[in-house]
């Protein structure tokens, strides 16, 4: 089955930069668009950013449009989110998913239990 | 945007009776495809979101059939035809529509 683990997360000062990365296995990575979502401590989720199977598109809130990067590696079956100038209200648990698929929809799938980003001074 | 909203925002719900959420948006969900791209995810408390139903009415695999969602446009629901204890927790809805992706503000289900 999807299985997505996210690694990277921590601890950094306002101002800070992180990298997180996403793990996939159990589906062909290549064939599906990825995103990136995150909840704030007892508050609701966000949609953060997605990028195409190939790579060629992406997308950005725009909480963090200019600030954030998605990038991935499919060789490597890998997700990545740099983030860059990060903030208080950055300080959430972030969850990759596999999104849609180019010709098909079936869900946000593959929740993992996410990384978690702590800005603070 | 698309807004998504939810009502009610906190359902106390008996153990073997039915429950129900519902979902709007502020403007249709329908593709051209003919299918809503309408989705519920359920986070337990203390796990991470979970898929329930996408494209308004399709249960994701190895959901209980006693979850369903229904609805067009702009008005969806969410139900539970028989609510069991391992049911509790924060219900969403979302619209897969467009980017960026929405979700309602979350309706918290628990036992009376």
């Known amino acids: 089955q999807v299985q997505l683990v996210e690694s990277g997360g921590g601890l950094v000062k306002p101002g800070g930069s992180l990298r997180l990365s996403c793990a996939a296995s159990?589906?062909?990575?290549?064939?599906?668009?990825m995103s990136w979502i995150r909840q704030a401590p007892g508050k609701g989720l966000e949609w953060l950013s997605y990028?195409?199977?190939?790579?060629?598109?992406?997308d950005y809130a725009d909480s963090v449009k200019g600030r954030v990067t998605i990038s991935r590696d499919n060789a490597k079956n890998s997700l990545y989110l740099q983030m860059n100038s990060l903030r208080a209200e950055d300080t959430a648990v972030y969850y990759c998913?596999?999104?849609?698929?180019?010709?098909?929809?079936?869900?946000?799938?593959?929740w993992g239990q996410g990384t978690t980003v702590t800005v603070s001074s | 945007d698309i807004v998504m909203t939810q009502s009610p925002l906190s359902l106390p719900v008996t153990p073997g009776e039915p429950a129900s959420i519902s979902c709007r948006s502020s403007?249709?969900?329908?593709?051209?495809?003919?299918?809503?791209?309408l989705d519920w995810y359920l986070q337990k408390p203390g796990q991470s979101p979970q898929l329930l139903i996408y494209?308004?009415?399709n249960r994701a695999s190895g959901v209980p059939d006693r979850f369903s969602g229904s609805g067009s446009g702009t008005n969806f629901t969410l139900k539970i035809s028989r609510v069991e204890a391992e049911d509790v927790g924060i219900y969403y809805c979302?619209?897969?529509?467009?980017?960026?992706?929405?979700f309602g503000p979350g309706t918290k289900v628990d036992i009376k």
């Open positions: 998913v596999r999104d849609r698929h180019p010709s098909n929809y079936y869900g946000l799938v593959g």
């Open positions: 159990g589906f062909i990575f290549s064939d599906y668009y």
């Open positions: 990028i195409s199977n190939s790579g060629s598109t992406t």
């Open positions: 403007q249709s969900l329908l593709r051209v495809n003919g299918y809503h791209y």
């Open positions: 494209l308004g009415s």
């Open positions: 979302m619209q897969g529509l467009q980017t960026p992706r929405t």
